[in-house]
């Protein structure tokens, strides 16, 4: 693509030099995945600061730099006020703007988007579409698995593989949206055709500061949902009427809504919820008729994926007894309320419970069913939302019989320092400090009776543990099938 061509459409850039006869290959944030012929954009982390590789990046095959400041190089630079915004937008461009040519369907919340995006993704597959899935286990592009390191990633990566699924014919992405990404300008860009939101509760503090700027930057997808028609298709935005924060949502929106809850009225009601040891039942009213629903997961946190998901698929087109069959058949996510299979008496729970909310959730969940104590083994990242740590061990307490704090990810901070944060302040005494997180796992599998469940909450799916700057292998299931046979 012709340099010139690529970048016209910014609308604050300066460059002095002559672009006419550049054409650009490639687009890279990263100097050292550069090839040949390349426009290298200077990105300012948080940790690194990406002007310092400009040099490097015209040895590499950077033909034009797009920089915030003056370069002394040797290529032409553009200068630009905000090159992360740049960058999305630029990607978009020489991408061909490729979300407009797929379904898009963005899922946000604090809590239930990798269950959501996942059951939405299942019922679009069963109705016979060809599907792609973006979040924080992995991306799957027709069945395809990639590795990915951000929940949502940058905007590079993003616009480059929906790229990748326009090339494979998929018809619908559905991907997860976190708030950082958002705030970030991750998918500035992006032509969603449904936004979903799960729900709010207190988490990332230590990036949003204020649940005021946290729930700002979830709105930030109902807004950029516009309000265009793309294509003869409508767009929805599909949002959690029980939640407190459902009227701001709905008022950020220009599009048409489809609400789903429990508790008040919605387009898609759960009523008649039973809470079972096996699953949950309930019966879904929505605006073409009730449909029975019995599914094999659990808790009340699942009556509202479950929703959420059928309300996304319904506003997706997709006929109710193709929703209700998936509904009733989705066995989860790894790492997602996810029994472990073994031959003893009582029960093991893995899930990537790690904020007081989902916490609360998934206890109160076992809470229903258990007939003996309840074990938890649980820890608070490192580098992460300090405020949060007193608030996960309160739950952890006041709903399990015995709890058990151990490292999740300390990442560059001391295991120690942030167990002692969780219990600054605790009054409860039924709890125990366990470090070492595979000792954890080990000790509250021994002390398990008959009947008891045991919770290993915080790392769900994730096979490594991130200790200084380490990664390290570990998986809680692996870990806790070890000493439980
Ligand atoms: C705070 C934050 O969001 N950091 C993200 C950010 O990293 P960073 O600002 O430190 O950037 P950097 O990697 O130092 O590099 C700056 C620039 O220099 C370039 N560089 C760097 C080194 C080099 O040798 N050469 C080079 O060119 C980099 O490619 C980049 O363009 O940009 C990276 C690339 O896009 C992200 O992977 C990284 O996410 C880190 C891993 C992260 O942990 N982010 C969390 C906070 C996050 O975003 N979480 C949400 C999920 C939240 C949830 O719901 O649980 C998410 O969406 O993942």
């Given at each position: 693509m012709n340099a010139k061509?690529?970048?016209?459409n910014l609308p604050d850039y300066q460059c002095q030099q002559n672009l006419d006869m550049l054409n650009i290959k490639h687009i890279e944030m990263d100097h050292r995945?550069?090839?040949?012929?390349?426009?290298?954009?200077?990105?300012k982390g948080y940790t690194v600061d990406g002007h310092q590789f400009a040099e490097a990046a015209v040895e590499n095959g950077a033909t034009v730099i797009v920089a915030e400041k003056e370069l002394d190089v040797s290529v032409p630079v553009v200068i630009v006020p905000d090159t992360s915004r740049a960058l999305a937008h630029l990607a978009n461009n020489f991408y061909d703007h490729p979300s407009s040519k797929l379904k898009v369907i963005g899922v946000t919340g604090t809590n239930g988007k990798t269950s959501v995006?996942?059951?939405?993704?299942?019922?679009?597959?069963?109705?016979?579409?060809?599907?792609?899935?973006?979040?924080?286990?992995?991306?799957?592009?027709?069945?395809?698995?990639?590795p990915v390191k951000n929940t949502t990633p940058d905007s590079l990566f993003l616009q480059k593989n929906l790229h990748q699924m326009v090339e494979k014919k998929i018809d619908v992405a559905t991907m997860e949206v976190s708030s950082h990404a958002l705030d970030l300008g991750r998918v500035h860009g992006v032509d969603f055709d449904i936004?979903?939101?799960?729900?709010?509760?207190?988490?990332?503090?230590?990036?949003?500061?204020?649940?005021?700027?946290?729930?700002?930057?979830?709105?930030?997808?109902?807004s950029q949902l516009g309000n265009t028609l793309k294509h003869e298709r409508p767009k929805y935005a599909v949002i959690n009427q029980d939640d407190e924060h459902a009227e701001f949502l709905n008022r950020v929106t220009a599009q048409p809504v489809l609400t789903y809850g429990v508790q008040n009225k919605a387009s898609f009601q759960a009523v008649n919820v039973e809470l079972m040891a096996n699953g949950v039942s309930f019966i879904m009213k929505t605006p073409k008729?009730?449909?029975?629903?019995?599914?094999?997961?659990?808790?009340?946190?699942?009556?509202?994926?479950?929703?959420?998901?059928?309300?996304?698929?319904y506003a997706s087109g997709i006929e109710l007894d193709i929703i209700q069959h998936v509904l009733n058949n989705t066995t989860g996510v790894k790492g997602r309320f996810q029994p472990v299979e073994h031959k003893q008496d009582f029960g093991v729970i893995i899930d990537y419970a790690h904020t007081p909310d989902s916490l609360e959730n998934v206890l109160s969940t076992i809470k229903r069913f258990c007939a003996g104590n309840i074990r938890v083994v649980v820890g608070c990242g490192g580098d992460r939302d300090r405020r949060k740590r007193p608030l996960m061990a309160e739950v952890a307490?006041?709903?399990?019989?015995?709890?058990?704090?151990?490292?999740?990810?300390?990442?560059?901070?001391?295991?120690?320092?942030i167990i002692d944060d969780m219990v600054e302040g605790l009054k409860h005494n039924n709890y125990q400090t366990i470090l070492d997180r595979e000792e954890a796992i080990k000790q509250a599998i021994e002390q398990a009776n008959d009947k008891d469940v045991v919770l290993i909450a915080g790392k769900g799916h994730e096979t490594y543990q991130i200790v200084g700057d380490k990664v390290l292998d570990f998986d809680d299931e692996q870990v806790a099938i070890k000493y439980l046979n």
């Open positions: 061509e690529l970048i016209k995945l550069l090839k040949e012929n390349s426009l290298f954009v200077c990105i995006t996942n059951i939405i993704d299942e019922i679009h597959h069963y109705a016979k579409q060809k599907t792609a899935i973006i979040g924080t286990i992995q991306m799957v592009i027709d069945g395809e698995s990639h936004a979903v939101f799960t729900n709010l509760s207190q988490d990332h503090l230590d990036y949003h500061q204020t649940m005021e700027n946290y729930l700002f930057a979830k709105s930030l997808l109902f008729g009730n449909v029975p629903i019995k599914s094999k997961l659990m808790g009340m946190f699942s009556v509202y994926n479950l929703l959420a998901a059928a309300t996304a698929a307490c006041q709903y399990a019989d015995q709890a058990i704090f151990t490292s999740d990810n300390p990442r560059s901070e001391s295991s120690q320092a």
